[in-house]
Structure formats: C-alpha cells, structure tokens
C-alpha cells in the first residue's frame, strides 16, 4: 500500500534550506537540524523530514533525509541521504510505501 503526505513550508524557509544544502555555513550547530518536521500518516506511522548539518557545518554542507517511525516512536527506516531540500522522501516498510513531498506553500 502506498501512503502519501505533503510538508507545505514557506518560501523563505525553502530558500534558507536549500542554500545550506548547498553552501557550508559555520553559523549553524553541528548538533541539532536546521530543520526537523514530521508528517503523520492516517495509519499513525510518522515521517520526520530533517536537513542535518554535517560535523563540521564550517567546510561542509547540510544534508536531508527522511526517518519514518511506529506510532510508538520506534525508527522503522530512512531515506539515502539527500542534496537537496525540497521534493520526495520514501521509505519502504513492511511491503508498504511511506511517501512525504516537501512543496512551498502557495
């Protein structure tokens, strides 16, 4: 079965999360995702989408991926890591398909 959700975000946020996709920025944390928001499926499963900065965020860009988990918290999956911001994410669990788009809110 495939389940499909959309993350809608501003453009400015767009904008933000692509250049750290692209450029090294020294003024983030190498800890904490410059952006991190899941998408809850009908069926209770969740999808986070997130843009992590690399360990050393000063010479090397952010990088995206998606994580699905149970309703109990438990991580089931998660995307290759990404390049760029904005799009799908997919994740296979069990047979089934965890689809979540990224798009800018119109």
């Known amino acids: 079965?495939?389940?499909?959700?959309?993350?809608?975000v501003a453009q400015t946020?767009?904008?933000d999360m692509e250049r750290l996709c692209?450029?090294?920025d020294g003024s983030i944390s190498d800890k904490?995702?410059?952006f991190d928001e899941e998408f809850k499926f009908p069926n209770g499963m969740r999808m986070a989408v997130q843009v992590c900065p690399s360990n050393t965020p000063a010479e090397e860009s952010c990088w995206t991926q998606g994580v699905l988990f149970e309703p109990e918290g438990a991580e089931l999956g998660c995307t290759d890591v990404g390049e760029s911001?904005?799009?799908e994410y997919y994740v296979f669990h069990n047979g089934d398909s965890y689809e979540v788009t990224v798009e800018v809110v119109k």
């Open 1 to 8: 079965m495939k389940h499909e959700g959309k993350i809608y």
């Open 13 to 15: 946020v767009a904008d």
């Open 22 to 24: 692209r450029e090294p």
């Open 32 to 34: 904490t995702p410059a």
């Open 85 to 87: 911001f904005l799009g």
